[in-house]
């Protein structure tokens, strides 16, 4: 049962933008920062974003993040078929003591 | 190269143990707090729990629901983390990683690529 909220499915054509909604709470992402995963099928997870809003080495700049208050936001730019993937928010939680997951959204590119 | 791999996935019986393990290399293992992670088939990432650097005195925390029933350790000397899980039920069945952070950001920067735990009967 994850406590950091995503939609199950985003989508978009090729070059469009789309923006992904992680919903927290002031345990996680009210007080920590907040990471960003992408999981290609068939993969294992990768980091994308970390502390809010920065890039790995290696990341485009068309994938930016966002965090105000309790929630946070991914959004990809001039989407490709190569961002086909699932995308998962994440955060430490100061109640919990531990680290959780959002629910996970699939991307799709129509 | 920057490398985590896992080892030790197996298929055993419900009520059993197995111990997985997370070899490293190519990155600094003694300043790295290890996690697991694990993804049933279909299904999104759980946290397990994780083990910080001998600094922070190897603490460990746990997902609540785990807690009790299975144990991270490591040794520095080796670059390897262990995942240890007893009483293992159905439910556990799942893609093991093996990932870390460096402090203080809690980003897990480097994955291994899992391994399979099929709890069955």
């Known amino acids: 049962q994850s406590v950091l909220t995503q939609p199950p499915s985003a989508s978009g054509t090729p070059g469009q933008s789309v923006s992904i909604p992680c919903s927290g709470s002031?345990?996680?992402?009210?007080?920590?920062?907040v990471n960003w995963y992408q999981q290609l099928p068939g993969t294992a997870p990768k980091l994308l974003i970390y502390?809010?809003?920065q890039r790995p080495s290696g990341v485009p700049d068309r994938f930016s993040g966002s965090k105000s208050g309790t929630s946070a936001s991914l959004t990809i730019s001039g989407l490709r078929s190569g961002d086909e993937a699932d995308y998962y928010c994440?955060?430490?939680?100061?109640?919990?003591?531990?680290?959780?997951f959002g629910t996970g959204t699939k991307v799709t590119v129509l | 190269e920057v490398q985590l791999v896992e080892s030790g996935g197996n298929l055993v019986q419900p009520g059993g143990s197995l111990k997985l393990s997370c070899a490293a290399s190519?990155?600094?293992?003694?300043?790295?707090?290890l996690h697991w992670v694990r993804q049933a088939s279909g299904k999104g990432l759980e946290w397990i729990g994780h083990?910080?650097?001998?600094?922070?005195?190897?603490?460990?925390e746990y997902t609540e629901s785990l807690r009790g029933r299975f144990t991270i350790s490591r040794d520095d000397s080796k670059n390897t983390a262990y995942l240890q899980m007893n009483s293992l039920k159905t439910e556990d069945t799942a893609v093991y990683y093996c990932?870390?952070?460096?402090?203080?950001?809690?980003?897990?920067?480097?994955w291994g690529q899992g391994t399979l735990v099929t709890v069955s009967s």
């Open positions: 990932t870390r952070h460096r402090p203080p950001t809690v980003a897990l920067d480097c």
């Open positions: 190519g990155l600094t293992f003694s300043d790295s707090a």
């Open positions: 083990i910080r650097s001998k600094a922070n005195s190897y603490a460990t």
């Open positions: 002031s345990s996680n992402i009210g007080t920590n920062t």
């Open positions: 502390s809010n809003n």
């Open positions: 994440a955060a430490w939680d100061d109640s919990m003591r531990g680290y959780v």
